[in-house]
């Protein structure tokens, strides 16, 4: 006679492990378990678990891309992987699979995205939908296939990543290893030090419960030996955000959970010795490494400037201690977050399209120092979301916050066997998400390839664990009806995909390392002080070629793509140089900087009229942006319309709005059409604000006086130019003063 089924929870291999419930106990419900039911070396997971290990470990030496690039393709094409063997397996087989309400969130973005493409940005919103795609596909592959145990392998792919990325950053700050380039240092493979700390914040829970449920000697010693070294490592970034994140886990929450969960732990059944021997290894590793000096000579540099310590330990602590509203970096943030707001409010339903904000935000910025090129995030997640997805942006972060504050409360309530046993796993998970949503406060670590991958699988963790408790529903989890062609379908269209991400990242590779190569040796020939020699001539037309080369491949990227312009245009090619900023104008249509630049090479090459196009492009943008507003004065002047420029000058002083361009001009304006009360007020505000200018200034102004008919006054600020110029200078002032006035003046004796 054939027995009953009957459901019970799973231990951490997916095997049944639960004594029985008393009578009167609740029953837990049936549990939607994963296909396939028991292995625990499941190779999608195994897949799965090697990606979140290679991501955060790999860079690109010699800085030939940006290393998200790579990091974005490792996961994407990881995923795709992943997905295409998850299918295979099940090309024979007819038992459901489980979907989860959280599935609609990703999706809901990435349909909006796809929208967004045909009347916002089409390349960005196109980025933004395959972000958003990766992230849905990684999201259900985990929803579908783990279970405690797998997890577990998972954890363990995480905590390696971030050991191997923090190997990088520790040499980047003890040796000043430069093998593979950095921005703000120590940024082990992250290019930015805030990239990798935000990443290293979000995996200490992971490394916890790793080290929480280790047994024997060995395994404690490891897992104790390099958590400790994680934490060091963000400690010698100086992340603020992180260090947060970092203190809130390790002082309050993972606390917390041991207590609370303590049971469910092998901590709570090691030995005396075992105990000590964890506590003293975290305790000595984080003493002995944190305060080995840095021998990075930037980082040096660094606390000489801000006395930002010289030791991970003083490091850690002072940056911590530095979190204030008046700090510098906080003050850039917050000029961008109100430029957010003000979309908000704008398009608070539409938005302006996935991926679009750093496109739209110069159209938002009222402040003088306005967002450009080097800002192509608000560094503050939830407010980019919302700007860029408008009420779908909305909705996402209403449903999201909702479900893991339910998942939270289920958590701690959820008495039953069955929860208790998926407690520690889904607090985990949860801690990971604080963590990473403290950082998204001040960062963007949603738009970076292995963080948002630890974004996606922490969301599936607590998905699969809905599913394994039981908890059904169209709110929740719930079984999805499955048959083989699905899966051979599914296979074929993974193996289709992975063909696309592969010419994508081909493409992407190409585009970038051209890119790259054109700014290094634009940055090479504008470095060398000699611009001009012949011997540059090559070089010079490899440049170009290489930035056309790119340009042809991805018209939209632009990462790089200004700043080879800039070196252009620093040792004098000023033809290409505007070629290639208008190339970036056609995608990116606001930024400011971009059109003055591409004025001022119009203006060189003798097109005054195209120039002040692109300035009145400008001027329409930011009304009141210095740099397009002296520019403006300088070329109608230039242009044989003295009479708009000068009173466009006399405007710009009255509100006290001037760069040293402007008064430089308003001088000669205001001396040439004989206002010279307005040439004496742009030339004193020009030595007030700029005293190296002093002696040239009143040299100047000397000058203006005898147009005045005032020799006297003209007399004294001759002299006043030569006291303020060194005895073995004043030669240079010969051809400023006239001849007449160099014995009164004290030129010659």
């Not at 049971?263 to 010795?273: K, V």
Request: aromatic letters at 10%; glycine letters at 6%.
């Amino acid at each position: 006679m054939a027995k009953k089924k009957r459901t019970t929870p799973q231990n951490a291999t997916g095997t049944s492990n639960v004594s029985p419930a008393a009578p009167g106990t609740p029953q837990p419900q049936q549990v939607l378990a994963p296909p396939p039911q028991a292995a625990l070396w499941d190779r999608t997971v195994m897949v799965l678990a090697l990606t979140v290990l290679i991501a955060p470990a790999v860079g690109v030496p010699h800085d030939e891309m940006v290393p998200d690039t790579l990091k974005s393709i490792v996961v994407a094409l990881g995923v795709l992987a992943a997905a295409l063997v998850f299918f295979w397996q099940r090309r024979d087989r007819r038992d459901s699979l489980r979907w989860h309400a959280l599935m609609w969130l990703p999706l809901a973005l990435m349909v909006y995205a796809l929208g967004s493409m045909a009347w916002s940005h089409t390349y960005l919103g196109a980025v933004e939908a395959i972000r958003w795609f990766i992230f849905s596909v990684l999201l259900w592959l985990g929803l579908n296939t783990l279970t405690r145990g797998r997890t577990m392998l998972l954890a363990w792919g995480v905590h390696g990543g971030v050991v191997l990325a923090g190997v990088w950053a520790a040499l980047q700050f003890w040796m000043d290893l430069r093998y593979i380039p950095q921005g703000p240092n120590p940024a082990s493979t992250f290019a930015n030090r805030n990239f990798y700390a935000e990443f290293a914040a979000c995996t200490i829970p992971f490394s916890a419960l790793l080290l929480a449920r280790a047994r024997g000697i060995g395994q404690i010693a490891l897992l104790a030996t390099t958590s400790a070294f994680v934490i060091v490592t963000i400690m010698m970034t100086g992340t603020r955000s992180a260090l947060v994140a970092m203190w809130v886990q390790l002082l309050l929450v993972l606390p917390v959970v041991g207590v609370l969960y303590r049971r469910q732990f092998e901590f709570n059944r090691w030995s005396a010795l075992q105990r000590i021997m964890a506590i003293g290894l975290l305790l000595a590793t984080i003493a002995g490494l944190g305060m080995i000096h840095t021998g990075n000579a930037r980082l040096i540099e660094e606390h000489r400037a801000d006395a930002r310590g010289l030791t991970a330990l003083e490091r850690g602590f002072k940056r911590t201690a530095s979190i204030t509203v008046a700090d510098g970096s906080l003050g850039v943030r917050f000029m961008m977050w109100r430029a957010t707001s003000r979309i908000i409010q704008a398009r608070p339903l539409s938005g302006v399209g996935a991926g679009a904000w750093e496109v739209n935000v110069p159209l938002y910025t009222t402040e003088r120092a306005l967002v450009e090129t080097d800002y192509d995030y608000v560094h503050n997640e939830f407010l980019q979301l919302l700007a860029e997805y408008g009420l779908t942006g909305w909705i996402f972060l209403m449903l999201l916050m909702a479900y893991l504050l339910r998942a939270t409360w289920q958590t701690l309530r959820d008495t039953s066997a069955q929860g208790q046993s998926e407690a520690p796993l889904r607090a985990v998970a949860l801690t990971a998400l604080l963590a990473l949503f403290i950082v998204s406060n001040a960062g963007f670590p949603w738009r970076l390839a292995s963080t948002c991958a630890l974004f996606a699988l922490c969301l599936a963790i607590l998905a699969a664990s809905d599913a394994q408790r039981g908890d059904r529903g169209f709110t929740t989890a719930m079984r999805l009806g499955w048959r083989p062609a699905f899966s051979q379908g599914l296979a074929v269209a993974s193996i289709g995909c992975l063909a696309l991400a592969g010419y994508i990242a081909k493409q992407a590779i190409e585009c970038e390392s051209r890119i790259v190569r054109a700014y290094k040796i634009a940055l090479a020939i504008s470095q060398s002080g000699d611009h001009q020699n012949p011997a540059w001539a090559q070089h010079k037309a490899d440049a170009v070629r290489l930035v056309r080369e790119g340009i042809d491949i991805n018209p939209h990227y632009r990462k790089l793509t200004p700043r080879v312009a800039d070196e252009m245009a620093r040792w004098g090619d000023w033809k290409n140089a505007t070629w290639v900023w208008e190339t970036v104008a056609a995608s990116r249509p606001y930024v400011v900087v971009i059109m003055t630049n591409i004025a001022r090479g119009h203006a060189l090459a003798g097109n005054m009229d195209k120039a002040l196009e692109y300035v009145g492009r400008a001027r329409k943008v930011q009304p009141a942006v210095l740099s397009a507003r002296s520019l403006e004065v300088v070329l109608l002047s230039r242009n044989g319309q003295e009479p708009k420029a000068l009173m466009l000058a006399r405007e710009a002083l009255a509100e006290n709005s001037y760069d040293y361009d402007l008064v430089n001009a308003a001088f000669v304006l205001g001396w040439r059409g004989g206002d010279f009360e307005l040439a004496r007020k742009a030339m004193d505000l020009r030595m007030k604000d700029w005293p190296a200018s002093r002696a040239d200034g009143y040299a100047q102004l000397g000058n203006m006086y005898l147009t005045e008919k005032r020799p006297d006054k003209a007399l004294e600020s001759f002299r006043q130019a030569v006291q303020l110029t060194p005895e073995a200078q004043r030669k240079a002032l010969l051809p400023q003063i006239p001849q007449a006035y160099w014995p009164q003046a004290g030129l010659v004796r």
